[in-house]
């Protein structure tokens, strides 16, 4: 059974930091491309980062490009976004997802909310 389950989010100042976690299991994790969205409430779900298979490429959306970093570790099969200077328009529902064409999952999501 494919399970792709998001943690690390959580409540947090304006200019603090975060580090999700998305843990997978159920597919050969090292063989698929990993991305993060995130969708903020009555808004549109939009990419933030992505990263190959082999964590050598990465993207980033432009609003986060040198505050978030995308990484994985495929023999944890595990990816992570480490988000730093946060701020309140990075509130939203962050949620994995796992691509290989044509299979594609996706995690429950995880609530970052920034607050002061």
């Known amino acids: 059974q494919v399970q792709l389950v998001e943690s690390g989010g959580g409540l947090v100042q304006p200019g603090g930091s975060l580090r999700l976690s998305c843990a997978a299991s159920?597919?050969?994790?090292?063989?698929?491309?990993m991305s993060w969205y995130r969708r903020p409430q009555g808004k549109e779900r939009e990419l933030v980062a992505s990263?190959?298979?082999?964590?050598?490429?990465?993207r980033y959306l432009d609003s986060v490009k040198g505050r978030f970093t995308i990484s994985r570790i495929n023999v944890k099969n595990t990816v992570y976004l480490q988000m730093n200077s946060l701020k309140p328009e990075d509130t939203a529902v962050y949620y994995c997802?796992?691509?290989?064409?044509?299979?594609?999952?996706w995690g429950q999501g995880t609530q970052v909310t920034v607050s002061s």
């Open positions: 997802k796992a691509a290989r064409l044509p299979s594609v999952y």
């Open positions: 159920g597919f050969t994790f090292s063989s698929y491309g």
């Open positions: 990263i190959s298979s082999d964590g050598v490429g990465t």
